[in-house]
């Protein structure tokens, strides 16, 4: 199962992965942010997977909640957003309630014209589940000085025989990266968009066709 939105299509919803079953959830908005709360129930054995690229111009708060409910569950969620002269929040969850889960959660943005861009993770393990595995990442890069980039990336855990990490980055970008391609040959601001791309770009992969087309211009006119 495989469900695709796109701008004001994306609303608050509530979906069941029944066990054995796989399902795909794609979010792109370009224009308008998303102010909703998603919650996906994964039950034995069954996978979601997700993904949202935003290169929206307001702000707001997008919340997500996955629930891994069954032995075998998996989800994995990851986000790209460009953030410039809004503020915006992503508050995403994935609750571990069984053993032998997994759970991956990726987000990832810039900064620019006085932004402000939250990533809220938390990484949950219950007690009981035993085997569980969960990992999330959280990069921002910060181009104006007037910008805020926050991550905050948590881990609740109550039992052992677990997996559970983060890492978490905020800043501006590596001035001996620069330094580096631009020995190469680019200039400081080729070398700027060319590191940029590489924190932004990998989101394509989870889309096709058109929609695809589309997320690559929106990103090349954000940058």
Sequence with gaps: MEKVLID???????????????????????????????????????????????????????????????????????????????????DTNIIHREGDTEGLMENYGI??????????????IEKGAKGAATRQNAKIIIFDPGCDGRADPILKIDENDVKASHGAV??????????????????????????TLGYIRPIEVYFDGELKDRIEAAIEEGL
């Excluded at 224009?31 to 929206?56: L, Q, W, Y």
């Excluded at 800043?171 to 330094?179: A, Q, R, S, T, V």
């Design 170 to 195: 905020v800043g501006k970008l590596n001035d001996e990266h620069i330094f580096y391609l631009c020995s190469r040959g680019l200039s400081p601001e080729q070398a700027k968009r060319l590191i």
């Design 8 to 90: 004001e299509a994306i609303s608050s919803f509530r979906l069941d992965v029944n066990p054995g079953e796989n399902a795909r959830v794609k979010l792109a908005a370009f224009s308008t942010f998303p102010n909703v709360e998603i919650t996906v129930n994964v039950h034995e054995n069954a996978t979601f997977e997700g993904a949202f690229a935003d290169f929206s111009g307001n702000g707001g708060t997008f919340v997500l909640r996955v629930n891994l409910l069954g032995k075998g569950a998996k989800a994995t969620w990851k986000s790209a957003s460009i953030c410039a002269g809004a503020k915006k929040v992503f």
């Design 111 to 124: 900064v620019s014209k006085n932004g402000k861009l939250h990533f809220k993770g938390t990484s949950a």
